[in-house]
């Protein structure tokens, strides 16, 4: 096993299309990072680079403390699953599995019988043992893909790399493989990059999140610190389901205390608010996830006023709801409340927020999250 280290790795097509920008990570022996984002965000690039599929523009890449910005992909002792598993349709699940040992059967010293004890004891890990003998077109989606996870445990690398490997799949057989590979990194205890775009699939999956934008790490932490401390609005607006509601205001003062105002309404701030808000410069924005609004007043003792809703869409969720509504001033938020709760579309209600839960950034879209105290500028 082995540590993978990317120390200022840049990566700029022609044109001066900057891909990724000067990304520096330490992914420990053992660990399961996730990079997560939008699309062209750069993270399938930065593990194509990794990988040796694509050059380093600058920058150091090492794996296991070995330097690996000039060797092959077959030199780097890495290997990687693919979104479309990369199957070779007139080889047999067996055959495909066993496809690249034989390869470098002398390189490695492999007998015919190590072969055969690799494939079958990978076969038995996934649960594949009986598809052994067919071929990928007789094969379901879930498992083609577990003969592609296959494929590379085979190999015994350093390293594992998984580039959206879900996507293909639908939604109930993307959770059950998720939580397959997480068992399997856990029972392998192989480091490990996973890329996807999905951020529920890198809360659940990933020891580390790295939230990327623009070819730039916005965010680097523990799943549970990215939910509850971003360290900007893009973080913050990325990860969460459905997305944190952000309400345009400004702070204000009278006899010494802060609040936040909008649209007429006025919540006042305390701890970690108050001191952020202190350092801003009167326009400020609050993010509230949607568990923040509640129907009745927290029993915190802050007694904060109501806020007049209109409601414009309700889901159901099972034993919740999420609840879509818009402010006095037409700003849309929504909130997620009990199932029970009689709130139906087109009513107006008296929602309360929770601001021991709420969140104040500065303006713009990598505003900083001025409420936890983060250092840094918008994250570029």
Not at 12 to 36: C, F, K, N, S
Request: proline residues 6%.
């Amino acid at each position: 096993m082995a540590q993978v280290t990317l120390t200022d790795v840049t990566k700029v097509y022609p044109g001066g299309v900057m891909a990724v920008d000067r990304i520096t990570l330490a992914i420990e022996d053992r660990q399961l990072i996730v990079l997560v984002g939008p699309s062209g965000c750069g993270k399938s690039t930065t593990l194509r680079m990794v990988a040796g599929l694509e050059d380093l523009t600058s920058g150091t890449i090492s794996i296991a403390g070995r330097v690996v910005n000039d060797a092959p992909p077959k030199d780097r002792d890495i290997a990687m699953v693919f979104q479309n598993y990369a199957l070779y349709p007139h080889m047999t699940v067996y055959k495909n599995m066993a496809f690249s040992l034989k390869l470098r059967r002398r390189e490695l010293g492999l007998s015919k019988a190590d072969i055969d004890r690799k494939v079958r004891g990978a076969a038995a890990l996934l649960g594949i043992e009986e598809l052994l003998e067919r071929k990928p077109k007789a094969l379901s989606g879930g498992q083609r893909q577990r003969v592609a996870v296959g494929r590379a445990i085979v190999r015994e690398p350093k390293a594992f790399l998984f580039d959206e490997p879900l996507s293909n799949l639908d939604a109930k057989l993307r959770v059950e493989m998720r939580s397959e590979i997480k068992r399997l990194q856990r029972r392998l205890a192989t480091t490990t990059i996973y890329v996807t775009h999905d951020q529920e699939e890198a809360m659940t999956l990933g020891d580390r999140v790295v939230v990327m934008k623009d070819g730039v790490v916005q965010q680097d932490a523990p799943p549970l610190e990215i939910y509850e401390r971003p360290v900007n609005r893009f973080v913050a607006s990325f990860v969460g389901t459905p997305p944190m509601s952000f309400v345009d205001g400004r702070i204000s003062g009278r006899n010494g205390d802060l609040a936040f105002e909008h649209g007429g309404l006025r919540w006042p701030l305390a701890g970690p608010l108050a001191a952020g808000a202190a350092h801003g410069d009167g326009g400020m924005v609050m993010g509230i996830r949607p568990d923040a609004f509640v129907l009745r007043p927290p029993d915190d003792g802050s007694r904060p006023a109501p806020v007049r809703m209109k409601v414009t869409l309700v889901e159901p969720l099972g034993d919740r709801k999420d609840v879509y509504m818009t402010t006095s001033g037409g700003v849309p938020v929504v909130g997620r409340v009990d199932s029970r709760e009689r709130v139906r579309e087109g009513d107006e209600i008296d929602m309360f927020v929770d601001m021991q839960r709420v969140h104040l950034f500065e303006p713009g879209e990598y505003g900083r999250n001025v409420s936890i105290g983060a250092t840094g500028s918008d994250g570029r």
